[in-house]
């Protein structure tokens, strides 16, 4: 088949829905457990809100309708993130459409997307805003283009959408489409583009979408802002200039990081005729190449005012993601021969992907025979089994120390509430419900509970006395018979009444 899509490079859509279903295929059979991110969307996918903290709502939003429809559950949470990534790709492709002649190219880009690393390695072990970001700049990519290349009232209604999507789905978002509107400034046929009378249609389109979310920011700057520069480092005891170029080595060291891989496919694969492709040039080259430039630069310009000194792939990849079409504009341009070359970069990037996804999926298998253990290992689905069996019955309410601990017991007990105190992503408990769990995670250390569960329960007027700590220590999954991971938990059949239960034994 791989020396099909040298002759039919549309094969390479279906190479990429593959590798996706073998995704969601290696998640499901890897662990029970949830990495920290799809426990949050299992946790935070009970309730539908304007906002939910530091990040936009539109992958919750999203989580939230697929786990009312379907239920929660690990096949939820992946399918949701594979099928965006799928979407994803799908979407620069028709972008690639809409600007090279040479199909073999266009399929070039597609698979090469793939290539960045917080695609094919961080997203397959733990994100989810990132991956809606990247959705909404595959369809705005899509959109724009195809403004420029036939402006139509669907064309710029759909930029209006892919903008909107883009806004509530991450914040940095915001500098891809403004990024493209400087980098179409240069070029009069172009520029005309903005000053058409439709464009107020995508304003007011993305106005709509956005406009909820904007609402809950006003009121919540502090929760939408609190983590991102706290995450990017400062440097506060050093002068400017010392931070400046802390800035400016980690935002190259990350560029870097992002973009070896597809760079190093295409200098291999055109290696020949690397001196034409880098003098080469054409409008769409300049126009995209602009656009990555821009949002590089602004980046930069940001860390440099908030003192920032940290940068990390995964805040690059929207803007990297418009590497592999720039790349794939300059072979264009240059003229040179690409009938052979789609099979080689789908080898070459097929093999990283594969590889990689065979290590990150086996690794909650693989890593307890060498005596090491990550959350894909930790026993959640061991303990609901084992308290609901002494119980006889499942409990109406959960109450959880965080959100690691809330959404795997959500996956677990599908009729529960699940409720983690102090959390801004979720609505403030106001009253309890029974049977009440209770639980804390104690990683094989004796210990009394934290202090913000027994001080919520107190408030909500549950009595000390009813506070009975028991513990678990329940063997890993995958693991060895002499490894073992506790928890602590209160188990209260009626907390309006607030009875003392009696304690149960840790088996084992």
Sequence with gaps: MLEVVNRRPNLVIALIAGYFLLCIALRLSASTSLEIDESEQAFVSQFLMLGYGSQPPFYNWLQYGLTALFGPSVATITVLKNGLLFLCCLFFGLASREVLVDRRLAASTTIGILALPPIFLLAQRDLSHTVAALFAVSLFLYAFLRTMTRPTLFAYALTGVAVGLGVISKYNFVLVPAAAIIAILPEPKLRARLFDWRILVAIAVCALIA????????????????????????????????????????????????????????AVVFRKDLPAIWRADSLWARVVGRMLVICLGAVLVIMLVAGATHMREKWLVLFLALLPLYLALKVEASGVDTTRS??????????????????????????????????????????????????????????????????????????????????????????????????????????????????????????????????????YLHGTLEDRYGFGYFWIDDPSRSAPTSSLSSPG
């Design 211 to 266: 406009l909820p979310h904007g609402t809950w920011i006003l009121q919540n700057i502090g929760a939408a802002s609190s983590n991102t520069f706290k995450e990017m480092g400062t440097a506060q005891d050093a002068g400017f200039a010392s931070k400046a170029l802390k800035a400016l080595v980690a935002l190259a060291a990350a560029t870097l990081r992002g973009s070896a891989i597809i760079l190093v496919v295409f």
């Design 342 to 475: 789609v099979r080689p970069i789908v080898l070459m990037i097929g093999f990283v992907i594969v590889t990689t996804l065979v290590v990150v999926s086996t690794r909650a298998v693989v890593r307890p025979w060498i005596g090491k253990v990550s959350r894909l290992s930790i026993p959640y689905s061991t303990l609901v089994d084992t308290i609901v069996q002494q119980q006889g019955q499942e409990p109406a309410m959960v109450l959880a120390a965080n959100k690691q601990v809330a959404g795997n017991l959500r996956t677990r007990l599908h009729g529960a509430k699940v409720f983690v105190p102090g959390n801004s992503s979720s609505p403030a408990i106001d009253h309890l419900a029974g049977p009440l769990l209770v639980v804390w995670s104690e990683d094989g250390k004796a210990g009394t509970p934290p202090a913000q569960l027994v001080d919520t329960l107190k408030s909500l007027g549950v009595p000390e006395t009813a506070l009975s700590p028991q513990q678990l220590t329940l063997p």
